[in-house]
């Protein structure tokens, strides 16, 4: 059974950055799937970023992220990482991690079958 678990979260100022990090176990980073996803109450889990390592590694990025989010993997601690350049405070959310077996980066929610328990992230002006 794949386990994730985010950190890093916080409250930061405009323009700041913040590194999230989803640790993943039961299952190694670079045979799965790994996405970020984002949601504020009352509103629908929003994708934000997405790798894989099928055919030498690639990514995908929401359009609203594309140049101030990075991804990493650590392969060390088995976990991909979300670097967060330049935050807005529409930035702000619960940014939650999520995984699945399959090797399409997919861009909804039922394209992932794992999740983890969500780390905030507070972005004030």
């Known amino acids: 059974q794949v386990r994730l678990v985010e950190s890093g979260g916080g409250s930061v100022q405009a323009g700041d950055g913040l590194t999230l990090s989803c640790e993943i176990s039961g299952g190694a980073v670079d045979r799965l799937t790994v996405a970020w996803f984002r949601q504020n109450p009352g509103t629908q889990r929003e994708f934000v970023a997405a790798w894989t390592e099928g055919t030498g590694g690639t990514s995908r990025k929401s359009d609203s992220v594309r140049d101030r989010f990075v991804l990493s993997r650590d392969y060390n601690k088995n976990s991909l990482l979300l670097h967060m350049m330049q935050l807005k405070v529409e930035d702000s959310a619960t940014y939650f991690c999520?995984?699945?077996?399959?090797?399409?980066?997919?861009?909804?929610?039922?394209?992932?079958?794992?999740w983890g328990q969500g780390t905030q992230v507070t972005v004030s002006s």
């Open positions: 999520a995984a699945t077996q399959r090797r399409e980066l997919g861009l909804g929610v039922g394209d992932y079958s794992y």
